[in-house]
């Protein structure tokens, strides 16, 4: 598998070209657009002709026409995604963009100091000691602990997502059945300390649970992507948690923490290798030069690349057309993107 590298080098300018990286002027870009009914999307033929120019820059290749369809329809997704939210801007546009990205699609807020009634004192997998399987990869969705790829749309939510998610993998571990919970539920009714659409933290969603004696389904209480009022008076309890726990922030407890359930955690994507993300390992220096821990979501497993790099494998919630199939692989062993900076997990 070919890594994923990035550099701190390029711009927000980046997100007139191609996905992940820019193609070498805007001018080849421009001249190979082929707009279509006034929709402003390119056409098939220069679509394909993009993605072609976009491997050749960074050496990908596939297997067989099949994956490399498959690896074309992704990339036209994150292209199409670019597209649709600019037009040629300004010179100081871009940054407004991103600003603007960021506020809807991320919504990690740290806390000064994590606490609550109960949140749990230490570690308790300090002294796990990993099995030979486990100390070589760990996949959560094989195990069947992990629901499907989820989209907070444009609501500044994914605290809300990573805690469910988190809370979703335990029960399925605890019980062996994978339920679909409410990101709603904790949208609308997690206030102490979380604010809705405008961000929040997984520590505060994991005490209003148990405060709440529960969480429901999705089906009970669906997602709208927009904050309402609370309504968890009038739906029925579907899983439970009694306290939650913050991991040391290290990548070797944060391990021995995935090795058991899939843990929530903050991470820096503000940079926009994150945004347009679609394959490979994204390696550290991809991430933004400043760490800045503003996105949540949830470490479901990691393993090492043919190539030898280790990764984590996260789960967003950026619906299936970003990264892999809505998944990234991640560098470890480097904190990339402060990924080990923030972690906790229900219990």
Request: with cysteine; glycine share 10%; charged share 15%.
């Amino acid at each position: 598998m070919t890594p994923y590298f990035g550099n701190k080098a390029l711009t927000m300018m980046l997100l007139l070209t191609v996905v992940v990286v820019a193609i070498e002027s805007i001018p080849y870009a421009a001249a190979a657009r082929e707009l279509s009914s006034g929709t402003g999307s390119y056409g098939e033929e220069a679509m394909k002709a993009r993605h072609e120019t976009w491997m050749a820059k960074h050496g990908r290749t596939y297997s067989d026409e099949a994956e490399k369809a498959r690896r074309l329809e992704v990339f036209t997704a994150n292209a199409n995604f670019v597209d649709r939210r600019q037009e040629v801007p300004s010179v100081d546009e871009p940054v407004r963009r991103s600003d603007e990205f960021m506020a809807m699609h991320t919504g990690f807020k740290p806390l000064s100091s994590s606490s609550g009634a109960n949140k749990l004192p230490g570690f308790k997998y300090e002294n796990f000691t990993l099995s030979e399987d486990a100390q070589q990869a760990v996949d959560w969705r094989q195990q069947g602990a992990v629901t499907g790829v989820k989209d907070q749309g444009s609501c500044g939510c994914c605290w809300a997502f990573s805690a469910v998610a988190a809370v979703e993998g335990m029960n399925q571990i605890a019980t062996g059945q994978l339920l679909s919970l409410s990101e709603q539920q904790l949208l609308d009714c997690s206030t102490n300390g979380n604010n809705g659409c405008q961000g929040g933290n997984m520590d505060n969603a994991f005490q209003y649970i148990i405060n709440n004696g529960g969480i429901t389904t999705e089906d009970s209480y669906p997602y709208t992507a927009v904050e309402g009022t609370c309504q968890s008076d009038s739906v029925q309890v579907a899983v439970t948690i009694s306290g939650f726990q913050d991991v040391p922030k290290d990548e070797t407890s944060l391990a021995m923490a995935v090795a058991n359930q899939p843990v929530s955690v903050g991470i820096d994507a503000s940079s926009q290798n994150f945004h347009m993300y679609s394959g490979g390992i994204m390696t550290a220096d991809a991430c933004g030069p400043t760490l800045k821990l503003d996105h949540a979501v949830t470490v479901v497993g990691y393993g090492t690349a043919e190539d030898g790099t280790p990764y984590w494998l996260l789960k967003n919630q950026w619906g299936v057309n970003w990264g892999i199939g809505g998944y990234m692989m991640l560098e470890r062993g480097t904190n990339a993107c402060g990924v080990a900076q923030d972690a906790s997990y229900p219990g």
